[in-house]
């Protein structure tokens, strides 16, 4: 089959589209997909100490988890070490975040894998350049977006907005994921997946707090996620 891609990103940076991304590749692989993920920028990289270049940590455990032999520069290209948004740090590094090189990175994943899984740093608006976002970038791959959201205070109006931009912008939305982060309960966590549903029209999946990450990280809305995508 051609390869499918699908960009995950969030209505804010720290929600979980990391966590997602694993989720939903460990599903692919079950069923017998070969997975590979592409992280096109990731920023607030630690230096590691034997070869003093950034080490991306969100990217490296992607790999990890879809097991591809890809080559780190491929999945992440740009490596940079303060945590801004990525146009801001490649700036500040002298660094020019290039379109084309992006693409090129995309196109080889493809290539040589089954799915792609493309990560935003940040929410969907958040720059790659002055004039380049991670938006535009959902329209040069032609993806569609799956949006995780955190569920706390805020969040309702946050997805709404970026759900306006991708129906603004006609990029395809395959779902929604509101993500529980920690135990903290209250009028907004025990009302907020109710309140989505009834205002979006995409499917809504939520995933329980999980302190050990460990029964979340197969919860069945990933299986559900899965088959979706390659339907």
């Given amino acids: 089959m051609a390869a499918r891609g699908l960009l995950i990103t969030g209505t804010d940076t720290g929600v979980g589209k990391t966590f997602v991304g694993c989720g939903l590749a460990a599903a692919l692989r079950r069923r017998g997909l070969r997975v590979a993920p592409f992280k096109p920028a990731e920023t607030g990289c630690e230096l590691d100490s034997a070869t003093q270049t950034p080490q ?19 999945i992440c ?26 693409e090129n990175c995309y196109q080889q994943l493809t290539a040589s894998h089954d799915c792609v899984l493309v990560e935003t740093a940040g929410g969907i608006l958040v720059p790659l ?11 040069l791959l032609k993806l569609p977006v799956l949006l995780v959201a955190g569920s706390r205070l805020g969040v309702i109006n946050q997805t709404l907005l970026t759900i306006a931009y991708l129906e603004k ?13 920690d135990d903290q309960t209250g009028p907004a966590i025990e009302t907020n997946a109710a309140t989505l549903r009834r205002l979006l029209r995409y499917s809504l999946y939520e995933v329980p707090y999980d302190p050990t990450r460990q029964q979340s990280s197969v919860h069945p809305i990933f299986d559900e996620l899965a ?3 390659i339907a």
């Fill in 77 to 102: 290209p740009y490596r940079l070490r303060e945590p801004v948004a990525p146009w801001v740090a490649a700036e500040r590094e002298g660094v020019q975040i290039d379109p084309t090189r992006l």
């Fill in 56 to 74: 991306p940590l969100d990217a490296l455990l992607l790999r990890q988890v879809t097991q591809t032999d890809a080559p780190l520069e491929t």
């Fill in 169 to 181: 912008t006609a990029l395809p939305v395959l779902a929604c994921i509101l993500n529980r982060q």
């Fill in 227 to 229: 088959e979706r995508l």
């Fill in 129 to 139: 350049t002055q004039s380049f976002h991670f938006g535009d970038l959902a329209r």
